[in-house]
């Protein structure tokens, strides 16, 4: 048998110096040839599997999707580059410390060949790598890829709809069943659920409509016309997880939450006073027309409902 020092020795398939016709079909298919050519294949092989199946999972997803199928491409896709990853890690990376007595500095012709020939041998390892860095880098394109496809399900953007309701200026205050409310509608201490005309099917718009004692009331700046005849309006869609607010203690002026005992004060720009709500209910600034019907000045001073991603 010829051992490696024998000049009459054939080059090993795997070794840098094979001969290329004499490779195996999987090494010339690839490319990877070399004493790690097998893992390196396998290594190869996986990522080109993840590749195609992130690439197979984008293609799903745009065809109309189908969850069980974008699953178990998700799956293999992932577990190929994870398989990918601890084979390189385990077989192609360097393991252990090498150390060795510095000597003299200058290098002698011998250790200058030396030097040329690792070089020259090291080559094939230098190219596997690049391609093997270039498959890695396909696959995770192609998982991102796949990625970004599923971006289109979180729906439009919202723009202001968050902000803004149903309300309009000049909008007249109607009850369910589309009759306008007037001034005379309610005695004090009375309470209706009121909405914006020709659009009581706005769930973002619901009003309680609470009636108190004009002298009573304490409004914030700004806010000192927007309760005509002692007339409240405020949104019934609750600060704390947007329940509705539905019940009105005329006793105590205080409208109730009955989700989580939420209470806020009507006479107080309807601030919270007990439950977990910490911001005060949106109010509605009314105005009485030429006709003694209620109307909005506008929509509410801030936006329903609990808080949000955009909201402080």
Avoid at 283 to 288: F, G, I, S
Wanted: proline share 8%.
């Amino acid at each position: 048998m010829a051992t490696p020092s024998d000049p009459n020795a054939e080059p090993a398939l795997g070794g840098p110096d094979a001969d290329p016709a004499l490779a195996s079909p999987a090494a010339q298919a690839t490319g990877l040839r070399g004493p790690n050519a097998a893992t390196e294949r396998r290594v190869a092989y996986l990522l080109v599997v993840a590749t195609v199946t992130a690439l197979a999972l984008a293609g799903v997803y745009v065809a109309g999707g189908q969850p069980q199928a974008e699953g178990a491409l998700l799956l293999v896709s992932l577990g190929s580059i994870g398989a990918a990853l601890v084979l390189w890690a385990k077989r192609l990376l360097p393991e252990g410390e090498v150390t060795d007595e510095r000597g003299s500095l200058p290098s002698d012709e011998e250790e200058l060949e030396a030097v040329e020939e690792a070089i020259g041998a090291g080559e094939v390892f230098f190219t596997q790598r690049r391609r093997l860095l270039g498959l890695l880098t396909a696959a995770g394109g192609a998982l991102g890829l796949a990625a970004l496809f599923p971006i289109r399900s979180l729906g439009p953007d919202p723009g202001r709809s968050l902000e803004t309701t149903a309300w309009e200026p000049g909008d007249r205050l109607v009850d369910e069943e589309g009759r306008p409310i007037g001034v005379g509608t309610l005695a004090v201490g009375g309470v209706l659920t009121v909405f914006p005309e020709g659009k009581q099917q706005a769930g973002d718009s619901q009003v309680m409509l609470v009636r108190v004692e004009e002298r009573l009331l304490r409004p914030r700046r700004g806010r000192e016309d927007w309760s005509p005849q002692g007339y409240v309006a405020y949104s019934k869609i609750c600060t704390h997880v947007g329940c509705p607010v539905g019940l009105y203690q005329a006793t105590t002026h205080e409208l109730l939450c009955p989700c989580h005992q939420s209470t806020f004060d009507v006479l107080d720009g309807a601030r919270p006073r007990f439950g977990p709500a910490t911001r005060s209910l949106p109010q509605l600034p009314l105005a009485v027309d030429a006709d003694g019907f209620l109307r909005a000045r506008d929509d509410f001073d801030e936006p329903v409902g609990p808080g949000y991603w955009k909201r402080g």
